[in-house]
């Protein structure tokens, strides 16, 4: 999420992103939406000054400062009703609460969000920008670096960076041990005063391929001192060189330290098998790459952080024009069409149900279809439309199918472990089917896709053990919630020991249209 464009909330007419952005205290008005919908983290884009009033945040230039324009000031005439969600939030858990003059800076409204984040069960991961800093003004880093004002890029005189220019900013100089320091300081001090539970750091790719071996003996540094200083705290590195595996092996193995990494294996077959179904309902998918995504080519798959969309992908100014978001993905003339939302249901019941570390960006779980900006002044019409969740029924139910999907992955261990086999793809007929268990504890799950357009009422498939299957989520249930007219297992399916697909029972069972399918050998705790 983009604390800037995330929320429009307010009164009608007041407080609406094309006046100015979110702050950090909008974003309390969410805690409740946040619970109910079952993350159990938030990742807020980099939060620290950046120049202008709007950006994506990856031009910081004051590391030690949360952005001014994320700040109410307590002479803002809401400040008031900012202070009341406070304290009703903490109020409704028993906690203390908070005084004017405990939210009167930019660091104690950010402190106030992140405790209040806690309380509600709710991780806070920070997105860091340890490549490079944006800027060449009296405001930035760059400020220490003009010793010679004729040529701002020369290394010989520079503290604190490289003459390599990335994103309207210079790359650090990992050579520096004090620029390295500098920056694990400052992980420290993020870690020390906002009680944060984590990092993504954003393009390590850079730190290693522009920094050479200072560039990766900097991340090794970073890792180990902050697994020292706070074991618990997760660090994420958004690296897209070949090998993703040498960047979250320990450092004692020469590896970078990391403990998971953003992957795109599945993100864009994904994507990619979702386009080719959107041409009709004759093409047959290759089923085959999608199958092979489904287990990470990594030695731990919950180290990959998979995803579907991300602020990059999507947004407004990325050169060469916004990726479509999966609901356009679906369907590239409506976004709101059957055909959208069976198919967006199905891509992102995948990503739920896969091995990994599952990721949304803002608006993705309730089928926002719009690319996303920063600038809402510069393009009006393209704020995050949370309207759609009291106006809009597809949207509505569509958040309900998120929400459950979500919860069933919170209930079912076996979703959240490595065991992954997708034993089942049928090109022609565009249905894939993937068995999840827990090594030694088993509680299998059974997921079956499909991507055809009619419903199958007959349809013989393996199942990993004889018995009694629960039907415990079908999406075809949640298009006009209460579906009147689902197509589905009446609960549960039978299987017999008849073996099929190489597994040692098959069950017959209904795969609705464009549908996905989720079968337990138990309701989950």
């Known amino acids: 999420m983009h604390i800037g464009a995330f929320f429009d909330g307010g009164k009608p007419g007041v407080d609406r992103r094309d006046q100015r952005p979110c702050r950090f205290l909008d974003v309390l008005s969410k805690i409740g939406y946040f619970v109910e919908l079952g993350v159990n983290a938030i990742q807020p884009l980099p939060i620290v000054e950046f120049p202008p009033e709007y950006s994506l945040g990856y031009n910081g230039t004051d590391y030690f400062s949360p952005e001014i324009a994320c700040f109410v000031p307590p002479t803002d005439p809401d400040f008031p009703n900012y202070l009341k969600t406070a304290n009703d939030l903490l109020h409704a858990k028993g906690k203390s609460t908070h005084s004017a003059d405990d939210l009167a800076t930019q660091p104690a409204q950010l402190k106030a969000l992140v405790d209040i984040c806690h309380v509600y069960g709710l991780a806070v991961l920070f997105d860091v920008v340890y490549n490079h800093a944006g800027a060449f003004d009296d405001q930035s880093l760059y400020f ?10 020369d290394n010989n005189h520079s503290l604190y960076f490289t003459n390599q220019g990335l994103a309207g900013g210079l790359v650090f100089a990992f050579w520096n ?9 400052n992980a420290r001090f993020n870690y020390d005063v906002y009680h944060i539970d984590g990092y993504r750091y954003d393009e390590v790719t850079v730190i290693v391929n522009q920094g050479g071996s200072s560039g990766y003996q900097f991340c090794q540094n970073l890792t180990d001192t ?10 994420i590195a958004e690296y897209w060189n070949f090998d993703k595996n040498q960047i979250v092996r320990p450092t004692g193995t020469g590896g970078g330290g990391f403990d998971a990494v953003w992957y795109d294996g599945l993100r864009d077959v994904l994507r990619g098998t979702i386009v080719a179904a959107s041409g009709g309902a004759n093409v047959s998918l290759d089923l085959g790459g999608l199958r092979d995504q489904l287990a990470p080519k990594l030695a731990d798959a919950w180290r990959s952080v998979q995803h579907l969309e991300n602020h990059d992908l999507l947004w407004i100014n990325l050169g060469g ?4 978001r999966v609901a356009r993905l679906a369907d590239p003339n409506n976004a709101r069409s ?31 279809d719009k690319p996303w900006t920063d600038a809402g002044q510069f393009h009006p019409g393209l704020g995050i439309y949370w309207d759609g969740l009291t106006s809009d029924r597809v949207m509505q139910d569509f958040l309900r199918s998120m929400q459950e999907l979500i919860w069933l992955r919170r209930k079912h261990p076996a979703l959240r472990g490595e065991g992954v086999h997708a ?6 007929n565009r249905v894939l089917a993937v068995q999840r268990w827990i090594e030694g504890i088993g509680r299998d799950v059974v997921i079956v896709a499909s991507l055809n357009e009619s419903t199958f009422w007959s349809y013989r498939i393996g199942f990993p053990q004889v018995g009694q299957w629960l039907e415990v989520y079908n999406s075809d249930t949640y298009d006009n919630f209460p579906n009147p007219m689902v197509a589905g297992n009446c609960g549960s399916v039978w299987a017999t020991p008849t073996p099929r697909d190489g597994l040692p029972a098959s069950a017959t ?6 549908g996905l399918l989720v079968f337990a050998l138990d309701r989950g705790d």
């Open 423 to 428: 034993y089942y793809n049928h090109n022609d």
């Open 338 to 368: 059957w055909y959208a939302r069976s198919r967006a249901r199905v891509a992102n019941g995948l990503l739920i149900t896969a091995p990994g570390t599952p990721m949304l960006f803002m608006g993705q779980e309730f089928l926002e």
């Open 509 to 514: 069972i209904v795969i609705p249209a464009n």
């Open 144 to 153: 220490f670096d003009r010793q010679d004002p004729g040529n701002p890029y």
């Open 177 to 185: 041990q004090d620029v390295r320091q500098f920056l694990i300081n």
């Open 321 to 324: 024009g916004p990726k479509p």
């Open 226 to 235: 902050l697994h020292y200083h706070k074991p618990s705290a997760v660090q």
